[in-house]
C-alpha cells in the first residue's frame, strides 16, 4: 500500500513566554484536525516545548493542497483558541495571511515521506525546539555514513552500497539549492558542507542499494520569510528504520552526544541539544535546546501507538550530562562562541548597535609601509 506520511508543525501560542502550549490549544487543533480530517487514514497531534506537530497518514503524495490547507487551518483555528486565552506569541508561525497551496513559505515546517508500505513499516518522528534546521546535521551523518555509529554499513547487505545525501543551501533565497552527494565516496564533501549547520542542512536521504527514501527533514528559515528574528526553527524530521536502513537504535545513538547547535534564548547563542520525553517544555534560558522522538509501525494507513524513545533510563544520564555541557557554555555569557556570530544573531539589536558604534572608531595614523 502506498502511503504518505506529512508531519507538519507550527509555534501559535505558549503558556509562560516560550514553554509549551495549553491544553485548550492542544485539545482545539486536535478537535479539527479529527473534524476536517476526512481524507486522513490516521492523525497524531504532540507537542514538544512551544511546538505543535500534525502527524498525518494519507495517500495523497507529498505537498497536497487539501493536506497542507488542512494543517494550516487547524493551526489558524488553535491561534484562535490562544488568543482567547491570552497565550504568548499567538500565531507566532503563522508568517503569511492568505494559504497558498501548501505551508512552503507561511512559516510552519514539514516533513513529507511517500513510499510503499513494507510489511513491517517502522519510523521515527523527531521533534526539535529552540534550535536551527541543521541540527539533525550530525546526528544523521554519524547514522547514514558513519560504520562506528551505524555497524549496519558493515553488518547488513542492504545498505553494502550507502545512501544519498540530498543537502540544501537554506540562505539561498531565490529557490531550492541542493546538491547530492554519496557516501561513502563523497563523505568528504559531505562533512564540508554538514558542518556549517546554519547554511547547509540535509533535506533527505535515500537508500543507494534500494533507492527509496529514509530521510524527510524540515528546511525552513522562519527569518528568510519574515525578514526578521520571529522564532527559532524547530526541525522535524521523519526516519524510516530497520531492514534497508539503519535500525532504530543506530539512529538514535548520536544523539547520545548532546552536540552544540544554534539557538537556545532569543535564537541567538550555541547550547547543546538535549534528548527528551514527549511533552517536555523549555525552562532553562529559554532552553536548553531539545529534541525528541516518537517511534511507530504503520499498517495500511493506520498508526500504532507510539514508542516514547527517550523515555528510558539511559537517556536520563544523557540529560544529566547535557544539563552540565549547557551551564558550562553559558557560564560564558556573551563571550566567544557562547553567542552565535553576527550574522546569525536573531535579534537585531546588537547588530543596530554595531552600526551606531561603527562610526565612532577613529584612526590615529598609518603604518609607515601602509602610505
Same mark, same amino acid.
Given at each position: 500500500? +502506498?502511503?504518505?506520511?506529512?508531519?507538519? +508543525?507550527?509555534?501559535?501560542?505558549?503558556?509562560?513566554?516560550?514553554?509549551?502550549?495549553?491544553?485548550?490549544?492542544?485539545?482545539?487543533?486536535?478537535?479539527?484536525?479529527?473534524?476536517?480530517?476526512?481524507?486522513?487514514l490516521?492523525?497524531?497531534?504532540?507537542?514538544?516545548?512551544?511546538?505543535?506537530?500534525?502527524?498525518?497518514?494519507?495517500?495523497?503524495?507529498?505537498?497536497?493542497?487539501?493536506?497542507?490547507?488542512?494543517?494550516?487551518?487547524?493551526?489558524?483555528?488553535?491561534?484562535?483558541?490562544?488568543?482567547?486565552?491570552?497565550?504568548?506569541?499567538?500565531?507566532?508561525?503563522l508568517? +503569511?495571511?492568505?494559504?497558498?497551496?501548501?505551508?512552503?513559505?507561511?512559516?510552519?515546517?514539514?516533513?513529507?515521506?511517500?513510499?510503499?508500505?513494507?510489511?513491517?513499516?517502522?519510523?521515527?518522528?523527531?521533534m526539535a525546539?529552540?534550535?536551527?534546521?541543521?541540527?539533525?546535521?550530525?546526528?544523521?551523518?554519524?547514522?547514514?555514513?558513519?560504520?562506528?555509529?551505524?555497524?549496519?554499513?558493515?553488518?547488513?547487505?542492504?545498505?553494502?552500497?550507502?545512501?544519498?545525501?540530498?543537502?540544501?543551501?537554506v540562505?539561498?533565497?531565490?529557490?531550492?539549492?541542493?546538491? +547530492?552527494?554519496?557516501?561513502?565516496?563523497?563523505?568528504? !564533501?559531505?562533512?564540508?558542507?554538514?558542518?556549517?549547520?546554519?547554511?547547509?542542512?540535509?533535506?533527505?536521504?535515500?537508500?543507494?542499494?534500494?533507492?527509496?527514501?529514509?530521510?524527510?527533514?524540515?528546511?525552513?528559515?522562519?527569518h528568510?520569510?519574515?525578514?526578521?528574528?520571529?522564532?527559532k526553527?524547530?526541525?522535524?524530521?521523519?526516519?524510516r528504520?530497520?531492514?534497508?536502513?539503519?535500525?532504530?537504535?543506530?539512529?538514535?545513538?548520536?544523539?547520545?552526544?548532546?552536540?552544540?547547535?544554534?539557538?537556545?534564548?532569543?535564537?541567538?547563542?550555541?547550547?547543546?541539544?538535549?534528548?527528551?520525553?514527549?511533552?517536555?517544555?523549555?525552562?532553562?534560558?529559554?532552553?536548553?535546546?531539545i529534541?525528541?522522538?516518537?517511534?511507530?509501525?504503520?499498517?495500511?494507513?493506520?498508526?500504532?501507538?507510539?514508542?516514547?524513545?527517550? !523515555?528510558?533510563?539511559?537517556?536520563?544520564?544523557?540529560?544529566?550530562?547535557?544539563?552540565?555541557?549547557?551551564?558550562?557554555?553559558?557560564?560564558?555569557?556573551?563571550?566567544?562562541?557562547?553567542?552565535?556570530?553576527?550574522?546569525?544573531?536573531?535579534?537585531?539589536?546588537?547588530?543596530?548597535?554595531?552600526?551606531?558604534?561603527?562610526?565612532?572608531?577613529?584612526?590615529?595614523?598609518?603604518?609607515?609601509?601602509?602610505?
Open positions: 500500500m +502506498k502511503i504518505t506520511l506529512s508531519a507538519i +508543525k507550527a509555534d501559535i501560542g505558549s503558556i509562560g513566554g516560550h514553554l509549551r502550549p495549553s491544553e485548550g490549544l492542544l485539545a482545539r487543533v486536535a478537535e479539527h484536525v479529527a473534524r476536517e480530517g476526512k481524507a486522513l490516521d492523525r497524531y497531534v504532540v507537542f514538544t516545548g512551544d511546538d505543535i506537530t500534525i502527524l498525518m497518514v494519507h495517500n495523497l503524495g507529498e505537498g497536497n493542497e487539501k493536506i497542507h490547507r488542512l494543517a494550516w487551518e487547524a493551526f489558524r483555528a488553535g491561534t484562535e483558541a490562544a488568543k482567547a486565552e491570552g497565550l504568548y506569541g499567538t500565531g507566532q508561525d508568517l +503569511k495571511e492568505a494559504f497558498s497551496g501548501n505551508v512552503r513559505g507561511l512559516g510552519p515546517a514539514a516533513a513529507e515521506l511517500e513510499f510503499e508500505e513494507r510489511p513491517n513499516e517502522p519510523f521515527l518522528l523527531f525546539d529552540k534550535t536551527e534546521p541543521g541540527a539533525y546535521n550530525l546526528p544523521l551523518y554519524l547514522a547514514f555514513a558513519d560504520p562506528m555509529y551505524c555497524p549496519g554499513l558493515m553488518l547488513s547487505p542492504s545498505m553494502r552500497e550507502g545512501f544519498s545525501f540530498n543537502i540544501m543551501d540562505s539561498y533565497t531565490e529557490g531550492d539549492r541542493v546538491i +547530492k552527494l554519496h557516501a561513502p565516496e563523497e563523505l568528504y !564533501d559531505i562533512a564540508c558542507l554538514l558542518r556549517d549547520n546554519e547554511r547547509f542542512v540535509v533535506e533527505s536521504i535515500h537508500s543507494r542499494t534500494t533507492g527509496e527514501q529514509a530521510v524527510a527533514c524540515s528546511t525552513t528559515r522562519l528568510n520569510i519574515a525578514g526578521k528574528y520571529t522564532g526553527d524547530d526541525p522535524i524530521m521523519i526516519v528504520v530497520q531492514s534497508q536502513f539503519p535500525a532504530t537504535g543506530e539512529v538514535l545513538a548520536p544523539f547520545e552526544i548532546g552536540h552544540y547547535v544554534g539557538g537556545f534564548m532569543r535564537g541567538s547563542h550555541h547550547g547543546p541539544l538535549m534528548p527528551v520525553r514527549k511533552g517536555s517544555t523549555v525552562s532553562y534560558f529559554d532552553g536548553p535546546p529534541v525528541s522522538c516518537l517511534a511507530f509501525c504503520v499498517h495500511e494507513g493506520k498508526l500504532t501507538e507510539p514508542v516514547d524513545a527517550f !523515555d528510558h533510563p539511559f537517556w536520563d544520564w544523557v540529560r544529566d550530562k547535557v544539563a552540565q555541557k549547557a551551564a558550562e557554555l553559558r557560564r560564558q555569557g556573551f563571550s566567544g562562541p557562547a553567542m552565535l556570530g553576527y550574522g546569525e544573531l536573531e535579534y537585531g539589536g546588537i547588530t543596530e548597535r554595531m552600526r551606531r558604534l561603527e562610526g565612532r572608531f577613529v584612526v590615529r595614523g598609518l603604518h609607515p609601509e601602509r602610505v
